[in-house]
């Protein structure tokens, strides 16, 4: 350990001197009355007193003085390094209290941001919680519901048993679709999302989603298209599974929001700077100005009544964000109520 007294002499010289006037004085009047000395042998004496006695009380006060402060300053900051190793890196202990007291003072306002940090985190680990658990729910009491009324007799009748179970199925992929979306959404949120990059065919990848969601379209007979064809390949560099995921993510939500015999068509550009840019069009219900800056949220619905077929956990889009930012591209909403919306979002282009 390394002991760098700056020292600080100007407390024992006051002090000293203060002894020293005070005992010359007092030794000076008391050899005047008791000794009846004469004036010349006085000044003497007092004078080989105040330098001995100053001497010796500097001395004293000094050494004193160190070894009581520096006990203490270094309790301190081992006190406070303890808690806090890289505020208080290997620094040389001083007696300086200047130093210290910026140091502690320093301290105090880190300790205080970071408890900030800890209330906000805290703050929104209960509001998560609170949303989850209001989300899980619904589909739940669904499903009880239904295995309650089979279990009281609906069982019997063949035609409401399959029904019921079906309705229940149903509400069991929706819890299903409801955790996954929270598993996701944790990864992206607590930064453990490793992305994995290649380059790809943008154009396979929504080629694929349509594949996909096809059944879910025809059921509100909404086409799912392209605007343009695209015979050749648009590479891109990007993690394909989260791509694919945002790609799918967008078109549910257009078929979701999307009209009874509507369309979703998606296009692809080419941007400035070696980038293209992907938009999904629908003509479905469109979203009013004052909820477009909150669609990106964790758990934000526009309709918030429970009441619609198909409501989602309102996770989608900020899944969708989460992966866009992680690539470090730019994702955009243009939407017009009642006539449609359309959501784009960039990728890098690869050679
Ligand atoms: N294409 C769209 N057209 C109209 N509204 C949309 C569209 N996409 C998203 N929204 C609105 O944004 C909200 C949030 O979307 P999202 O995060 O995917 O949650 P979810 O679909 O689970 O409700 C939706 O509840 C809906 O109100
Ligand atoms: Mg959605």
Known sequence: MSLNFKKTYKFAV??????????????AILAYFFFKQHRSDLIAFCL????????????VIQYRVEVFIYRRVKKIYDDVSFLESS??????ISTDMATLTR????????????IETLKVREEYRREFLGNVSHELKTPLFTVQGYLSTLLDGAMDDKNIRKKYLQRAEKGVER???IVQDLDMI????SGNLNLN?????????????????EMK??????????DNKYPKAIKVIADREKIQQVVMNLIVNAIKYGKQDGSVEVGIEDLVNNKVIVRVNDNGEGIEKQHIPRLFERFYRVDKSGARAEGGSGLGLSIVKHIIEAHDENIYIESQFGIGSEFSFTLEKSE
């Not at 140091?103 to 970071?114: L, P, S």
């Open 14 to 27: 006051k002090s000293a001197l203060y002894v020293t006037l005070f005992a010359t004085g007092f030794a």
């Open 186 to 189: 944790t990864k992206l949120e």
């Open 103 to 114: 140091e502690v003072k320093k301290f105090a306002t880190d300790k205080k941001m970071e």
């Open 175 to 177: 819890l299903i679709f």
């Open 87 to 92: 505020t208080f890196r290997k620094q040389s």
């Open 48 to 59: 080989v007193f105040a330098f001995s006695l100053y001497i010796f009380a500097f001395f």
């Open 197 to 213: 990059m290649t380059e790809f065919n943008i154009v396979e990848v929504v080629q694929n989603v349509f594949d996909l969601l």
């Open 217 to 226: 379209a025809e059921k509100k007979n909404i086409i799912l298209s392209f």
